[in-house]
T-cell receptor
Framework: EAGVAQSPRYKIIEKRQSVAFWCNPI?????LYWYQQILGQGPKLLIQ????????DSQLPKDRFSAERLKGVDSTLKIQPAKLEDSAVYLC??????????????FGEGSRLTVL | SQQGEEDPQALSIQEGENATMNCSYK?????LQWYRQNSGRGLVHLIL?????REKHSGRLRVTLDTSKKSSSLLITASRAADTASYFC?????????FGAGTTVTVRA
């Protein structure tokens, strides 16, 4: 079974520029998550999708961040315009929904963003 | 906001020793999970313990959960150099999964 795929692995941009990250979850996984992990900290949830609907985006800075999950499969996370504090690793994870079982998350390798 | 808080922040041990880390949380949970993250990589699920369970084992891992104290511990026995990583607890409540800040474990050869 293929894992969660993310691209690009690394991205360096200047502040006020835009950037997009792509995630392809494990086939059949209905739930998809985007987390932001700042160096030395734990992952912070940005947005959670169930199929192509948003379950939780309460911590997504909506003035600059946007995310979509077309057709309930791939997802894109965009930042526009980027700020210095957006420098972080953006982790995508997916989970299969089983009745009565919250289940484990499967993570991609992450996309490391550096904003100069 | 992060639900879990791990303790200690960092731990350095000799190969073959045991490593213990703790996680405290604030609200009720459905289950608690532990993940490992090697440097520059994604997180890997280690073990899940449900709110009605008190202890669980998986290979060299032992997890305990005390819901009255809102705390969990992860024990890694007979540590190896390959166990060098950051370990995160994640609390699950109503399908929302929240991570703590993690414990960085260094195993010295």
């Amino acid at each position: 079974e293929a894992g969660v795929a993310q691209s690009p692995r690394y991205k360096i941009i200047e502040k006020r520029q835009s950037v997009a990250f792509w995630c392809n979850p494990i086939s059949g996984h209905a739930t998809l998550y985007w987390y932001q992990q700042i160096l030395g900290q734990g992952p912070k949830l940005l947005i959670q999708f169930q199929n192509n609907g948003v379950v939780d985006d309460s911590q997504l800075p909506k003035d600059r961040f946007s995310a979509e999950r077309l057709k309930g499969v791939d997802s894109t996370l965009k930042i526009q315009p980027a700020k210095l504090e957006d420098s972080a690793v953006y982790l995508c994870a997916s989970r299969r929904i089983r009745r009565g079982n919250t289940g484990e998350l499967f993570f991609g390798e992450g996309s490391r963003l550096t904003v100069l | 906001s992060q639900q879990g808080e791990e303790d200690p922040q960092a731990l350095s041990i000799q190969e073959g020793e045991n490593a213990t880390m703790n996680c405290s949380y604030k609200t009720s949970i459905n289950n608690l999970q532990w993940y490992r993250q090697n440097s520059g990589r994604g997180l890997v699920h280690l073990i899940l313990i449900r709110s009605n369970e008190r202890e669980k084992h998986s290979g060299r891992l032992r997890v305990t959960l005390d819901t009255s104290k809102k705390s969990s511990s992860l024990l890694i026995t007979a540590s190896r150099a390959a166990d060098t990583a950051s370990y995160f607890c994640a609390t699950v409540n109503d399908y929302k999964l929240s991570f703590g800040a993690g414990t960085t474990v260094t195993v010295r050869a």
